[in-house]
C-alpha cells in the first residue's frame, strides 16, 4: 500500500524519539526488564578485566606456562575476542528457539560454570576463557534486543551501556583486596557468584518475554527467526531486511549494502579493539613503568570507572539528533590526544590520562551500543545488526591484545603500540561521521535497504514508525 507524504493516524512522524521505539511522552520499561538488563550487563566484563588486571601474577600461581611474555598469555589476551567474534549468531540463533529470557539466563548459568573451570588448572584456562567469551557474547548481543523490544528508551540504553562499565571496573578494582582473601585462583573464580545469581534473576524477569512478543502472541505468528532478531549466518544476517508491515520484519534488504551498518559495525569494531587492548596491556605497561602490581590493577579499575557517567549520559545525547555527527568524531579525537598523552605522562601523574582515557573510551563504547538502537527501524533490525557489529567487530578486535604484545616484543617498548592506538582512534573520527549522517538503518514496504524506505521521504530521511497502542506500548 502506498504511503501518503503525510503523517497519518496509524503513524508517527520520524524522529529521534520514534527511532528509539518511544511514544509521546515517553515509554514505560518494565521494572523486571531494567533489573534484568542491569544483571546481564554488570556480567558482561569481570571475566576480562579480573584476568587481565591477574596478567602479571598469573606465572606465580599458576606456573611458568602462564609467566610474562608466553604464548598462552598472547592468547589468552585476545581469546575471549575470538570468542566474541566467532558466537555472535549464537543468541540469536537459540533466542529463536528457546526466547530471550530463558536464552540470557542460561548464558549467564554456563559463565558462571565456565569462571570456575578456567581455574581447576592451567590446561583449562584457555578452553574456560573461551567458554566463557561465547556467553558474554550471547549476553552482549542480545542487550539492544532487550532494550529495543522494551520500548528503546535512551535511558535505558545509557544504564546498560554504564553497568557494563561498572562490571568492568569492579572485576579490576576487587581483583587484589580477593586475592589477598581467598588466592588468585579463588579471586577469578569469585566471579561465578553473581553470574549465577544473574541466571536466576533473569529467568524470573523474562520469562512473561517483551510486551511487543505478548501482543503478538494474540495475532499471527511471526517468521521464524523473527523474535531473536538474529540470524543464521553473518551473510544471512546481514543480508535479510528490517522493516515490515506494522514495524515487522520483511526479508528484502541487506545490511551489507548498508553504509550506516557498516560504519556502526566498524566503528565498532574499533573501539572495541581499542579497549580490549588497553584491558589486556594496562596493568603490565604500568608495572613495566615502576608501578606494583596492586597499583596496576587499581589504575585499571579507574580507567573503567572514571567513564561510568559518559556512558550513561551519551545515549541521552543521542536522544537529540543534533548531537549525533558530532559525538562520534569527538570521542575519536579525543582518544587519540589521550593515546599519544599516556606513554609521556610520569608514573605519579598517571591516573589523570588513564582518566581521560576511560571517559572517552567509555563513551566511545556507549556510543556504538546506542547506535544500534538509535540508527535502527525496529527490534529486530536492532538485533541483527547487534549480531554484525559484534560479530565483526569483536573478530577485528582479537587482533588487538595479540598485536600490541608483539609489537611490544619487537620494539623492545611501548611507543608503537600507542602510536597505532592512536591512528585507529582517527579513524573513528570518520567512521563515526558515517555512522551519523547516513540514511536509517531498515526497510520500509516499497522501499529500499538502508534508507527510510518511503517513497517521496529523501534518502537518509527517517522512516515514520507505527503508533504505540496506548495499553500496551506496543506497534500495532
Known amino acids: 500500500m502506498a504511503h501518503s507524504p503525510r503523517p497519518s493516524a496509524d503513524t508517527v512522524p520520524a524522529s529521534p524519539q520514534a527511532l528509539l521505539g518511544r511514544r509521546p511522552g515517553g515509554v514505560r520499561v ?5 533489573l534484568a538488563g542491569i544483571l546481564i550487563a554488570v556480567n558482561l566484563r569481570p571475566a576480562v578485566t579480573s584476568m587481565a588486571a591477574a596478567f602479571p601474577a598469573l606465572g606465580d600461581a599458576f606456573g ?15 581469546a575471549p575476542l575470538v570468542a566474541f567474534g566467532l558466537s555472535a549468531l549464537l543468541g540469536p540463533w537459540l533466542a529463536r528457539r528457546w526466547g530471550l529470557g530463558r536464552t540470557l539466563s542460561l548464558a549467564m548459568l554456563v559463565l558462571a560454570a565456565a569462571l570456575v573451570l578456567r581455574v581447576a588448572s592451567p590446561a ?81 524477569a523474562l520469562r512473561q518475554g517483551a510486551p511487543a512478543e505478548r501482543t503478538r502472541s494474540g495475532a499471527a505468528a511471526p517468521a521464524r527467526g523473527a523474535g531473536a532478531g538474529g540470524a543464521g549466518a553473518w551473510a544471512r544476517s546481514a543480508s535479510a ?35 580490549f587492548t588497553v584491558t589486556s596491556w594496562l596493568p603490565t605497561f604500568l608495572t613495566d613503568r615502576g608501578a606494583d602490581a596492586a597499583a596496576a590493577a587499581g589504575l585499571l579499575a579507574w580507567f573503567n570507572l572514571a567513564g561510568l557517567p559518559v556512558g550513561l549520559a551519551v545515549p541521552l545525547l543521542l536522544a537529540r539528533s543534533r548531537w549525533r555527527a558530532a559525538m562520534g568524531p569527538a570521542l575519536g579525537a579525543v582518544l ?50 547487534s549480531a554484525l557489529s559484534q560479530g565483526a567487530g569483536y573478530t577485528l578486535a582479537a587482533a588487538g591484545p595479540f598485536a600490541a604484545g608483539a609489537l611490544v616484543q619487537a620494539t623492545g617498548g611501548w611507543d608503537a603500540p600507542f602510536l597505532v592506538m592512536a591512528a585507529l582512534a582517527v579513524a573513528l573520527t570518520v567512521l563515526g561521521a558515517a555512522a551519523a549522517r ?37 506497534r500495532q
Do not use: N
Not at 518494565?30 to 531494567?34: D, I, K, R
Not at 531486511?241 to 566503528?267: C, D, M, V
Open 124 to 204: 583449562l584456562m584457555l578452553p574456560g576463557t573461551v567458554l566463557a567469551g561465547v556467553m558474554i557474547m550471547v549476553g552482549s548481543v542480545l542487550v539492544p534486543q532487550l532494550v529495543k523490544e522494551h520500548g528503546g528508551a535512551t535511558w535505558f540504553s545509557g544504564v546498560t551501556a554504564m553497568c557494563i562499565g561498572g562490571g568492568a571496573a569492579l572485576g579490576a578494582g576487587l581483583l587484589s583486596p580477593l586475592a589477598s582473601a581467598v588466592g588468585l585462583p579463588g579471586a577469578l573464580a569469585s566471579w561465578a557468584v553473581p553470574a549465577a545469581a544473574a541466571a536466576v534473576v533473569v529467568h524470573l
Open 336 to 385: 587519540a590526544l589521550t593515546f599519544l598523552w599516556l606513554p609521556a605522562a610520569p608514573l605519579s601523574a598517571m591516573a589523570w590520562p588513564v582518566a581521560a582515557l576511560g571517559i572517552a573510551q567509555s563513551g566511545a563504547f556507549s556510543y556504538s551500543l546506542a547506535m544500534l538502537v538509535v540508527r535502527t527501524a525496529d527490534a529486530r533490525t536492532a538485533g541483527r545488526l
Open 438 to 474: 547516513g540514511p536509517a538503518v531498515g526497510v520500509q514496504p516499497g522501499g529500499q535497504p538502508g534508507t527510510g524506505g518511503q517513497p517521496g521521504v529523501p534518502t537518509g530521511t527517517p522512516p515514520a514508525v507505527p503508533a504505540w497502542t496506548p495499553d500496551t506500548g506496543a
Open 64 to 78: 611458568p606456562s602462564l609467566a610474562g611474555g608466553s604464548p598462552l598469555l598472547f592468547a589468552l589476551g585476545s
Open 30 to 34: 518494565p521494572l523486571a526488564a531494567v
Open 241 to 275: 531486511g528490517a522493516g515490515g508491515a506494522g514495524g515487522g520484519p520483511t526479508e528484502g534488504g541487506s545490511l551489507l549494502r548498508s553504509r550506516t551498518a557498516l560504519a556502526i559495525a566498524g566503528y565498532f569494531g574499533v573501539q572495541a579493539m581499542l579497549f
